[in-house]
């Protein structure tokens, strides 16, 4: 069947914001579908103790908005930590609230990582140091109850990202996969799946990238993270620093197309290393993107067209 | 406890000494924490695992990051004094401030505080100290400016 692009359901291509993403759009705008934004970097956390906590910086959300005018806008938090076993943070929700009043996120993502407990945090400054949860019953309430609030306090879908895990705990009471599968099938919860996560995890841990993927429930992934990184000390991490690795775009060819619910892929890098990439490299990702979205698009034309003749 | 766990896994991973404490004595975890058997098992395992060092490696270089870009010019006067002052600093305030400006300014009240620094470790810092106070300053007027 010849499919243009126009004709076929397609998942979007889109950017993690960052302050060097302007640029990229004024040069390339017409190739990004969407802008992904950590409200989490649109303010100044002053601490829990100080009465006006959060100041916004200047100027940061006007720039977004004017770059943003007229595209689909995700959220994509980093500061909830919702698995930590105390409450959510409640002022730092109203402020995520207060975001998505301001720029309408489509949906709302967060980590399944731990960066807070109680009298300490983990910094996640760049290198992408969460730490890893326990994958039993006990946290899967604790997740579970707090992506049930954010859902009800932003009034749109919740997605949770795969993370990058360099010690796996022990004796755990199900896989990160069924973790996901169940929080999909008992909350809606779908997934953000970072394949740029698992490559990550295959290096350091050992895991086979098809094992994992094949044990996901194919609805649950609604989202793609597709990045870069750099070996530090004998360790493979999600630093974004470049262009997404060969092995990692021949995982979402093979498996984006048997993604029913996938709506977006996310190509993510630090603006550290916007000189590295270029916009030439940023073009690049923003058109092997588009291929695959259409490689997707193409695969779900086939499916139902292969559904209606009943094949 | 879940909460005694996480917290263990947080301390374990903001201090290398503690990780080899608990490699050299595992029971050393159930007299400091609340854990039940299976999650002290489990810290055993991430502890004497190689992914440990990462975890280790990445909290630091996070930490690192506010006051290496704020403070250049300290840093580079503290020399080899800088591990071990940072390593004190880091055990004296074990939550991060994210504002890289407010993390900075907190590193310099610490500097502040130890007697003993080189002239010209002092100098920098005083230099570079104003200046971040400066930036802090320009915050503030903006917030009461809302």
Known sequence: ?311 | MLVDFQRALAELTASPDLCREVRADPLMLRSRYDLTSKEWRRLVGIVTSRGMEANCILYRANRLAPIALNLPDTCTALGNDLNQLLSAYWESEPVTDVHFLVEANRFCQFLFSQEALPAYAARELRREAAHISAKLELLSWHRQAR
């Not at chain 1, 929080?183 to 997934?191: A, I, K, S, V």
């Open chain 1, 1 to 311: 069947m010849k499919l243009t692009q126009s004709e076929a359901i397609s998942p979007r291509a889109g950017l993690l914001y960052n302050p060097a993403i302007p640029g990229v759009l004024d040069a390339i705008g017409s190739q990004v579908d969407f802008v992904e934004v950590v409200p989490d970097r649109l303010w100044y956390d002053l601490g829990e103790s100080t009465r006006d906590r959060f100041t916004t910086v200047t100027g940061a959300v006007e720039e977004l908005k004017r770059y943003t005018d007229g595209r689909l806008i995700v959220g994509h938090g980093i500061g909830l930590s919702l698995p930590s076993a105390m409450p959510i943070d409640e002022r730092l929700l109203d402020q995520v609230v207060l975001s998505h009043g301001d720029l309408g996120y489509s949906w709302y993502s967060e980590h399944l990582s731990l960066f807070v407990v109680p009298n300490r945090s983990v910094p996640n400054a760049q290198a992408g140091l969460g730490l890893p949860v326990v994958l039993d019953h006990e946290t899967f309430e604790i997740v579970g109850d707090k992506v049930g609030r954010l859902a009800e306090a932003l009034g749109t879908r919740i997605l949770l990202e795969n993370p990058t895990v360099f010690t796996p705990i022990p004796e755990p009471d199900m896989s990160e996969p069924a973790f996901f599968n169940r929080l999909y099938h008992e909350l809606g919860c779908g997934m953000l799946l970072d394949l740029h996560n698992l490559y990550a995890n295959t290096i350091n841990l050992g895991i086979s990238a098809d094992d994992y993927l094949g044990e996901l429930d194919r609805e649950v992934v609604v989202e793609i993270h597709l990045a870069g990184g750099d070996m530090l000390k004998g360790f493979y991490t999600d630093s974004h620093s470049g262009a997404t690795p060969p092995t990692v775009w021949d995982w979402a060819r093979t498996w984006a197309p048997l993604f029913p619910n996938l709506e977006a892929i996310t190509f993510e890098y630090h603006e550290s290393y916007h000189g590295r990439l270029g916009i030439t490299g940023i073009r690049r990702e923003l058109e092997l993107m588009h291929d695959l979205a259409f490689k997707v698009s193409a695969a779900r034309a086939e499916d139902a067209a292969c559904a209606r003749s009943s094949c």
